[in-house]
């Protein structure tokens, strides 16, 4: 089955570029997307189409997909995006998701 | 906009059947892929399986053997059955409105949005 692989963690200090990964067998011949979750709420869709943000979600949140992996970029980080991100792709007609990464704002 | 609701018991005994549903309000059930999705506590997402609105379903292989998603486009819900549970089916479970597209000869699919979801317990 397909397997998409996250660093557990990434710590980014307040107004600095946070990256998270996602690596996957030929990521880049998908599409992936990205999920932002906080504590005790559902996850909220913040990229899609590798690199398209959905209406209401912040322009420093981007994102990009080549050879085995995707990359969600957060620029400026605030603390208020400090969160579970998840990568999620479509696999033989499954949807599949990443391991997660907890992003902290120290 | 479109929201949903789970709703069901929250406390399922071990080798029962869980069974929830999903309310979609502001919008028609009647397009789209609904899916569930759970969460075991402390852990990461799991995708169950998703219905069509004209009843084809498609379900994650390692939960095919004890899973039924159905609808019901007259109440716009649509529901999940998990039978035989242990405690390992503990979890969070949401549920959600998924898209599939082709772009560009490559397959775009998402979900958005989620339900609130509803934690379910399986102990005796």
């Known amino acids: 089955s397909y397997e998409l692989t996250q660093p557990p963690s990434v710590s980014v200090s307040p107004g600095q570029t946070a990256s998270i990964t996602c690596s996957g067998d030929k990521l880049g011949d998908k599409y992936a997307c990205w999920y932002q979750q906080k504590p005790g709420q559902s996850p909220v869709l913040v990229i899609y189409q590798d690199s398209k943000r959905p209406s209401g979600i912040p322009e420093r949140f981007s994102g990009s997909n080549s050879g085995n992996t995707a990359t969600l970029t957060i620029s400026g980080t605030q603390a208020m995006d400090e969160a579970d991100y998840y990568c999620q792709a479509w696999d033989s007609s499954l949807y599949v998701f990443g391991t997660g990464t907890k992003v902290t704002v120290l | 906009q479109v929201q949903l609701q789970e709703s069901g018991p929250g406390l399922v005994k071990p080798s029962e059947t869980l069974s929830l549903t999903c309310t979609v309000s502001g919008g028609s059930i009647s397009s789209y892929y609904w899916s569930w999705i759970r969460q075991p506590p402390g852990k990461g997402l799991e995708w169950i399986g998703y219905?069509?609105?004209?009843?084809?379903?498609n379900y994650n292989p390692s939960l095919k053997s004890r899973v039924t998603i159905s609808v019901d486009t007259s109440k716009n819900q649509f529901s999940l059955k998990l039978s035989s549970v242990t405690a390992a089916d503990t979890a969070v479970y949401y549920c959600?409105?998924?898209?599939?597209?082709?772009?560009?000869?490559?397959?775009?699919?998402?979900?958005?949005?989620w339900g609130q979801g509803t934690l379910v317990t399986v102990s005796s």
């Open positions: 219905i069509y609105y004209s009843g084809s379903t």
């Open positions: 959600a409105r998924g898209g599939i597209t082709m772009v560009r000869g490559v397959y775009d699919a998402w979900f958005d949005p």
